[in-house]
């Protein structure tokens, strides 16, 4: 009888060996995580979780403060990372799955633009809110 279904091949082959049981590949048990006690397995985890809390928080409070003075001495790396977000937010909007044969369809001039039109329009935004929040006698047009 020939072999049928998907993948299956189509030539007339036959099954040479049908309804037999597949040799164990090792007469050994594994031991499981899961069969030992609690108390074995606790000590590591709780070091493990302690040891990563005590020195990740230090770091990141670390970086954070690195990264404030540096937007403090830097305000223009505020702009950028507003730019790099916007421009991640419009390329992720026209490749989203639910549109991306539609505009690959209708709107192919989209695919290359929409990441830096989101761009400019964050900064854009910013910088048009940080104006708007001066004092009137402040303010440069």
């Known amino acids: 009888p020939r072999c049928r279904g998907p993948g299956r091949p189509h030539d ?8 037999r049981k597949p040799p164990a ?4 048990p594994i031991p499981s995580p899961a069969l030992r006690s609690p108390q074995s397995y ?3 985890v709780l070091t493990l979780l302690i040891l990563g809390l005590g020195i990740s928080i230090p770091l990141i409070v670390f970086g954070s403060s690195v990264v404030l003075k540096l ?5 223009v790396i ?7 977000l916007g421009y991640i937010a419009g390329d992720m909007a026209v490749n989203d799955g639910a549109i991306s044969a539609w505009v690959a369809a209708k709107a192919a001039w989209l695919e290359p633009s929409a990441g ?3 761009a ?9 809110l940080a104006w708007r ?6 303010r440069i047009i």
Request: net charge positive; glycine share 14%; no cysteine.
């Open 25 to 28: 590949r090792s007469s050994q």
């Open 133 to 138: 929040a001066q004092p009137e006698e402040r």
């Open 12 to 19: 007339g082959t036959r099954l040479l060996i049908a309804g």
């Open 116 to 118: 830096i039109f989101a």
């Open 120 to 128: 400019f329009s964050v900064v854009g935004t910013g910088k048009w």
């Open 78 to 84: 505020i702009t950028l990372g507003g730019a790099l």
């Open 71 to 75: 937007m403090e001495r830097f305000p």
């Open 42 to 44: 606790l000590l590591p």
